[in-house]
């Protein structure tokens, strides 16, 4: 065991007590333990809570919110600094043999090259925070990127550690890295994948948090909760969670509704199967008809109505003034009602148009409106709905069983309905 030079200035202490080489090496050892925690204590309590309390107060919003993340670092700082006086003042203060201080050295070496580590991976972490509260974050998220640099970090501590504890030079470590690079590549397969479809989507913005997106291979139909390197977290409407592979995002197709929800409104697609056996020719008679039940000419300008005109035509136009009238539908994007191709089912009438509101549930009641509102006037314009029926059928139209006015169909054409 070597004497240090501080166990030489306090030797003289103990001359006058036996074992005076082993007190004088205890309290050597002491003093230097003592004054590690002094310094740790000094600049995890005092020193670098100051200093953060008079940085929040330039910023209490901003970086008040990152105060569990400064204080995880002023623990990583304060530990690296008793690792570098620990190193510093090894050989005069600590008197051990050669093994001792071989590896204690190694560890205070492994435990500075750690703490180095700890404190970038917390420098990365509140650079990537602050990122977080810009107006433009959202947009362009760096999640990815973060836990990149942080495995880097990692990495290259690691290399670092093994060539201290085996006294080799760190390139020594890395060209063997050649030998097992197949190895890496397929254990850190979705790592690398996943780094490469992380820049992807941050450049190209495919999908950010709070993101509407739908992946029908995964399940997945909610909103974007964590943007990872590996992982894409979405919480769906019925608030279970779906993990998918981020480099799933790019290698495959998902749908995001992100368009919908910064357009001027949310699309309204829907159709009515008309009974083609209720459709014919109409009439002045007819038309007087039903403006007495509804105000046609509110909807229709009956003076540029073709002649002759069908009951099918007349709802047709009636149905998209209705739809241009409402105070819910955006008239500015496109609206229109069409016919499609005749099925076996009957004709199909669709009704295409934009809501203004885009939130779930006022969509959803404002479509079941007019879904209602135009089902209820079929039997107006003596139309009929497809449906297939089974049970019993009612002897007569469900409008003359509501007490609702009926329509009068012409004889032609119920005369034609059954040539």
């Known amino acids: 065991m070597t004497k240090t030079h501080l166990q030489e200035l306090i030797t003289p202490w103990f001359e006058k007590v036996p074992d005076a080489f082993f007190l004088s090496a205890i309290t ?19 020193m670098l809570p100051g200093i953060q309390k008079v940085v929040t107060k330039l910023s209490p919003e901003r970086i008040g919110s990152l105060s569990p993340m400064l204080t995880k670092l002023n623990k990583r700082i304060a530990c690296l600094l008793c690792c570098v006086l620990f190193l510093a003042t090894f050989d005069s203060v600590y008197p051990v043999n050669a093994i001792a201080q071989e590896i204690l050295k190694t560890i205070g070496q492994a435990l500075l090259i750690i703490y180095i580590g700890f404190i970038i991976s917390s420098i990365v972490s509140i650079a990537g925070a602050i990122y977080n509260q810009l107006d433009f974050a959202r947009e362009v998220p760096i999640q990815g990127l973060i836990q990149v640099v942080k495995l880097i970090t990692f990495i290259v501590c690691s290399i670092l550690i093994v060539s201290i504890v085996l006294e080799k030079s760190p390139t020594y470590i890395l060209s063997g890295f050649g030998a097992i690079a197949a190895v890496t590549l397929l254990v ?30 995964y399940g997945a139909d909610g909103e974007v909760i964590d943007l990872g390197l590996n992982t894409v977290k979405v919480r769906n409407w019925d608030n279970t969670i779906t993990t998918i592979p981020t480099y799933m995002l790019v ?48 909807y229709i300008r009956l003076g540029t109505l073709p002649d002759p005109v069908s009951n099918l035509g007349l709802f047709r136009r009636y149905a998209e003034g209705y739809l241009k009238q409402h105070s819910k539908i955006n008239t500015s994007l496109t609206l229109m009602v069409r016919e499609l191709q005749p099925l076996n089912h009957g004709l199909p009438i669709e009704f295409y148009c934009f809501s203004e509101d885009k939130r779930w549930i006022s969509y959803e009641h404002l479509q079941a409106e007019i879904m209602d509102h135009l089902l209820a006037v079929l039997p107006v314009f003596g139309l009929r709905a497809y449906q297939s029926v089974s049970g019993q059928l009612s002897p007569a139209d469900g409008a003359d069983m509501a007490g609702k006015p009926s329509i009068k169909v012409p004889n032609n054409a119920v005369q034609g309905q059954h040539q």
């Open 251 to 298: 290698a495959g197709s998902f749908k995001n509704w992100r368009g919908m929800q910064e357009s001027g409104g949310r699309r309204i697609k829907r159709s009515l199967n008309i009974d083609m056996n209720s459709i014919f020719l109409v009439d002045d008679d007819f038309k007087t008809q039903i403006e007495a039940a509804i105000p046609l000419q509110e």
């Open 188 to 217: 850190f397969k979705d790592t690398i994948l996943g780094f490469v479809a992380s820049i992807q989507i941050a450049a190209n913005r495919l999908v950010t948090y709070g993101d509407w997106i739908q992946v029908d291979n």
């Open 28 to 46: 050597a050892s002491s003093i230097g333990i003592l004054s590690l925690l002094f310094v740790y204590l000094f600049t995890r309590r005092l």
